[in-house]
């Protein structure tokens, strides 16, 4: 295949990043330092989030860790780039969100064997290269001019400088493949309303349950069902709906993402 053997064997849509996974209960994981550092460097150094007065050893760790799976993000040189983290708290333990998020009255929770929630996501601030990228990657121009048919394959070695929202997007799909294989079915997230319009032009509709009130800067609660993450990914998007479920692509899939993404950014009189 033409776009395969480009980049042998690589992903198609994020060939220049790699991922690793911790799962609950491994605390002896020896990436999880390097996790943590670059927790602190961003949410105590950078965003002034935590004081980090608090984590003499530079390594930001908390009562959640230890019942989450982490996800790492490294480039080729293998050096980390990005994280994120599954929550599923214990029998005693609230949600991260709800300590300081509150839900709208009427809200009904879902089943909690069968949820968790996304936390402790950021980007390395290297791959943040413009002035407006989010701390978790994505570019301002995204922010306004993106959408889900803008993301197609790397066919070329000039975007390897890339990151958004392909390095979130890949966070992401290994979030998921966890989750199917978990039988996790809703995510719960606290994250700032530019994020949730990002991820909802990229066919992730996370859903409002609650008021916007500071939690590391102005954030939302929010939850999303994979189940119908999973139907409207496939019809807004075949390609990456193919991609996020490890499902095989075929060419005529691939050529027509191709194609609409080209069209789309010609110029318009």
Not at 44 to 58: H, V
Not at 95 to 103: D, K, N, T
Request: glycine share 4%; aromatic share 12%.
């Amino acid at each position: 295949m033409l776009l395969q053997s480009l980049l042998g064997r690589r992903d198609l849509l994020i060939p220049y990043f790699n991922f690793n996974k911790v799962d609950i209960g491994d605390n002896a994981s020896a990436l999880l330092p390097a996790i943590y550092k670059l927790r602190f460097d961003v949410y105590c150094q950078e965003c002034k989030f935590l004081n980090s007065g608090d984590y003499q050893n530079q390594l930001e760790v908390d009562e959640y860790d230890d019942c989450s799976t982490h996800i790492s993000a490294y480039n080729l040189e293998d050096t980390i780039i990005g994280t994120v983290r599954l929550v599923q708290p214990k029998e005693d333990q609230a949600y991260p969100f709800e300590s300081h998020c509150r839900v709208f009255d009427g809200f009904e929770y879902p089943n909690r064997a069968n949820s968790a929630e996304i936390s402790r996501l950021v980007v390395r601030k290297t791959y943040r290269r413009r002035r407006g990228d989010s701390m978790e990657g994505i570019s301002s121009d995204f922010v306004e001019k993106g959408d889900t048919a803008s993301i197609k394959p790397i066919t070329d070695t000039h975007r390897r400088t890339t990151n958004s929202p392909l390095l979130l997007l890949g966070m992401y799909r290994e979030l998921y493949r966890h989750s199917k294989q978990n039988n996790i079915r809703f995510w719960y997230a606290a994250m700032e309303r530019s994020l949730a319009r990002s991820l909802d032009k990229m066919g992730f509709k996370f859903i409002p349950i609650g008021p916007e009130t500071d939690y590391y800067g102005k954030v939302t609660p929010y939850v999303v069902d994979l189940q119908e993450l999973n139907v409207r990914l496939g019809n807004q998007n075949k390609f990456l709906a193919a991609w996020f479920n490890d499902e095989p692509i075929p060419i005529w899939i691939m050529v027509k993402t191709l194609v609409t993404s080209r069209m789309n950014a010609r110029p318009r009189n």
